[in-house]
T-cell receptor, first 110, second 116 residues
Framework: DAKTTQPPSMDCAEGRAANLPCNHSTISGNEYVYWYRQIHSQGPQYIIHGLKNNETNEMASLIITEDRKSSTLILPHATLRDTAVYYCIVREGSQGNLIFGKGTKLSVKP | GAGVSQTPSNKVTEKGKYVELRCDPISGHTALYWYRQSLGQGPEFLIYFQGTGAADDSGLPNDRFFAVRPEGSVSTLKIQRTERGDSAVYLC??????????????FGPGTRLLVL
């Protein structure tokens, strides 16, 4: 079973920041937090991952709380093309597969 | 470079038939994963290859499902005696070594299987 909890859906206005929360209260010390997204009819796309520190790349920022029990994915300037299902995944360092939950369906609106 | 490719993109078959789904991973990636995604659900793990061998096949639902990767590159997922409940999108992913939790898995576009 997925070790994360996410809201089923969120809306965001185009051009505004989208903040997607994720709870992972049972995360252990060697588990990473991964974010993927899936645009309709496509395969999942990697966004970002982190262990303890906040991370930023060209797509998004990942903020992990100090106790690591929750995180937030931030899309700084959402566009219509960011409309997708966003998956937060907790993954052990040596684990092969990803365990997906149902994710958050983000709808970016004009 | 080229990403993960999967063929066919769509497959329609009849109940009881045999199907093969193909995955071409990113060149040089030793780890390959198969997932299955039903409508409205997240992808569900099926099997993970490290090179030519199946490192974890715990996600295969029953013995009608089988996968091979004979030369450590292309993989084929085989489904015997298909059932209507097998209808789903079958996703393939690859990663460089599969031995680090920091590694990114890159997904293909999937094969949409419909069993009538």
């Amino acid at each position: 079973d997925a070790k994360t909890t996410q809201p089923p859906s969120m809306d965001c206005a185009e051009g505004r920041a989208a903040n997607l929360p994720c709870n992972h209260s049972t995360i252990s010390g060697n588990e990473y937090v991964y974010w993927y997204r899936q645009i309709h009819s496509q395969g999942p796309q990697y966004i970002i991952h982190g262990l303890k520190n906040n991370e930023t790349n060209e797509m998004a920022s990942l903020i992990i709380t100090e106790d690591r029990k929750s995180s937030t994915l931030i899309l700084p300037h959402a566009t219509l093309r960011d409309t997708a299902v966003y998956y937060c995944i907790v993954r052990e360092g040596s684990q092969g597969n990803l365990i997906f939950g149902k994710g958050t369906k983000l709808s970016v609106k004009p | 470079g080229a990403g993960v490719s999967q063929t066919p993109s769509n497959k329609v078959t009849e109940k009881g038939k045999y199907v093969e789904l193909r995955c071409d991973p990113i060149s040089g990636h030793t780890a390959l994963y198969w997932y299955r995604q039903s409508l409205g659900q997240g992808p569900e793990f099926l099997i993970y290859f490290q090179g030519t061998g199946a490192a974890d096949d715990s996600g295969l639902p029953n013995d009608r499902f089988f996968a091979v990767r004979p030369e450590g590159s292309v993989s084929t997922l085989k489904i015997q005696r298909t059932e209507r409940g097998d209808s789903a999108v079958y996703l393939c992913a690859s990663s460089a070594t599969g031995t680090s939790g920091k590694e990114t898995q890159y997904f293909g576009p999937g094969t949409r299987l419909l069993v009538l």
